[in-house]
């Protein structure tokens, strides 16, 4: 199955929707006596979630519009087809993001949002997520070492997927080769350069990342009589996809007599046999099981430690792939302003002639325009339209900054897409302006130039990198509870982008094709497309 069947097989849901949802009767009554999204839509209340899936920007701008402005501001509740959510002022932010997991849960609120228990196969693996520590800990000390990889990985993808003839214009789907690029390139970290080379692995992991998604999306609406034969039906359908995975993934871990040593052959040298380019998440996961002596010696064995890794993969790909499309789609439309093309394009002539070919951290943080660029992307355009969504789970409840109390097992998140549309906190919001995030923004071109040839360091022109959160800017999250991985996702799509530039000109659009709402979603449209042609060096 193509990439784009399985948007197809999620559209064809999506309609269907409003009709399991009334034939589910899934009434959600608004029980916590606060005022809720949509009052004046004049719908009936248990209607309103299939109103959010086709007016979803309509109620969380609604809902915006009425705590921005206001000195005493409340919470409202957000209807959805995933269950009701309340939706907090954006001055809440930092009190939000200082609250501590055992309060406020971002991993239960997503496991309870996409049923990610039963959908990744075995419920332990996401409900005990130990694999997040070679996120935290490997992945982030060895940034620099998993660079030249990246870099390697993308100039072989974007070549076989886009192409090399400099004489004529490629059209490409952008849905159907950055998926791909994402998923070899972080395949190419996580589990080695042979994997990643595995044209069917990469695609199966692709089919496997979409049929979790829409699985848990299915499952949050079926109707009762008819939820366990349906849930059998989607679980089978990503066991089955997994199956294929796991028979590639397996393999990677060498079974071992001896229960506390790792299920892994390392040579002296701490590489892997067969395994020239180095360390992968492999190896971190197979020692990460053996460091704690009370560990379950399930975890050691083979099935478990691939399944660990593939949800590894799994977060990687997605999100990745969505921001890298939308950066793609931002910088090659044209805009009143002019291209930002050849201003990356020389950054990267820059980069070229300091660094020559290798990559690392100093070159990494020597792309200011590409930070800029990158951020001001994901604050127009980012897929996530509610932020740090969370669950509350203190038995005794919560209570909010205004005295409120919201009960154990209420969702909560912050409105990312009013936030980064505000007009109050960003000048001209709806605009793409890829140097928004430099020092001297709003100076002209010149001064901007004469700072980048004059500065040493080029982190230094810069407002804040494209990993940076701040209460203004919550993409990433905020907090103890931010995303780990964005590191790796920043660095891949820079290279990407870099690549991109020097490599290939592209046809300017002459629109942007407009991105979907989905509910609370805002996806790039599977249809969008770019004409590319190899540049001559």
């Known amino acids: 199955m193509a990439l784009h069947d399985h948007f197809y097989a999620l559209t064809c849901v999506t309609l269907l929707l409003p009709f399991l949802l009334i034939v589910g009767n899934r009434r959600r009554s608004n029980k916590l006596n606060l005022p809720c999204a949509g009052s004046g839509f004049r719908t009936p209340s248990f209607l309103l979630p ?26 409202y509740v957000l209807p959805g087809i995933l269950g009701n959510e309340v939706v907090l002022p954006k001055s809440w932010i930092p009190w939000l993001a200082s609250r501590p997991e055992s309060i406020l849960s971002g991993k239960w609120s997503r496991l309870q949002r996409m049923n990610f228990e039963t959908t990744f196969l075995r419920a332990e693996v996401v409900t005990n997520p130990i694999q997040e520590t070679v996120i935290r800990r490997d992945l982030m000390a060895n940034l620099d070492k998993l660079a030249p990889e990246l870099a390697d990985e993308i100039a072989v993808a974007v070549d076989e997927l886009w192409g090399c ?35 069917n692995f990469i695609d199966n992991s692709i089919r496997f990342t979409m049929a979790v998604i829409t699985s848990g999306f299915v499952m949050k609406v079926i ?48 590489s892997r046999d067969g395994n020239s380019e180095g360390e992968t998440a492999v190896q971190w996961l197979a020692v990460n099981a053996t460091r704690d002596p009370n560990i379950d010696p399930k975890e050691q064995t083979p099935p478990w430690l691939a399944l660990r890794l593939m949800t590894l993969l799994f977060a990687a790909v997605d999100t990745t792939s969505l921001t890298s ?91 990312a897409w009013g936030l980064h549309h505000d007009e109050q906190v960003y000048p001209n919001p709806s ?94 449209s599977a249809n969008a497309k770019l004409q590319v042609r190899r540049r001559r060096t």
């Open 165 to 199: 003839n400099v004489e004529n214009y490629k059209t490409v789907s952008l849905q159907e080769t950055i998926f791909r690029i994402v998923a070899r390139a972080s395949s190419r970290v996580f589990a080695g350069k042979v994997v990643c080379r595995d044209a």
């Open 325 to 415: 499309i939308n950066a793609l789609l931002d910088v090659f439309t044209e805009r009143a302003g002019g291209s930002c093309v050849p201003t990356l394009r020389e950054e990267a002539r820059r980069n070229i002639q300091l660094f020559g070919g290798r990559w690392d951290r100093a070159r990494l943080n020597n792309m200011p325009r590409h930070d800029s660029m990158l951020r001001e992307s994901m604050r127009l355009s980012g897929f996530a339209i509610k932020i740090l969504q969370r669950k509350v789970m203190a038995s005794e409840g919560i209570v909010l900054p205004n005295g409120t109390v919201l009960p154990q097992g209420t969702m909560v998140c912050v409105s």
């Open 50 to 75: 299939i109103v959010s899936l086709f007016w979803g920007r309509d109620l969380i701008e609604d809902i915006y519009n009425k705590q921005k402005n206001i000195d005493e501001p409340q919470p």
């Open 223 to 270: 109707p009762k009589a008819i939820e366990p034969l349906l849930v059998w039906i989607l679980v089978s359908y990503v066991r089955f996809h997994y199956s294929k995975l796991s028979r590639v993934l397996e393999p990677l871990f060498q079974s071992t007599s001896t229960p506390k040593q790792p299920c892994v052959d390392f040579k002296e040298n701490g």
């Open 431 to 524: 605009e793409f302006s890829p140097e928004r995030f430099m020092l001297g923004y709003s100076s002209s071109s010149e001064e901007r130039e004469s700072k980048l040839r004059n500065s040493s360091d080029r982190k230094g022109v810069l407002l804040r990198t494209a990993t940076e959160a701040d209460p203004s800017f919550t993409f990433w999250g905020l907090g103890k509870q931010s995303c780990p991985g964005r590191y790796l996702a920043v660095d891949l799509i820079k290279i990407l982008m870099e690549y991109v530039v020097m490599n290939y000109d592209v046809v300017p659009l002459k629109q942007r094709p407009e991105n979907m709402w989905i509910e609370y979603n805002y996806v790039p």
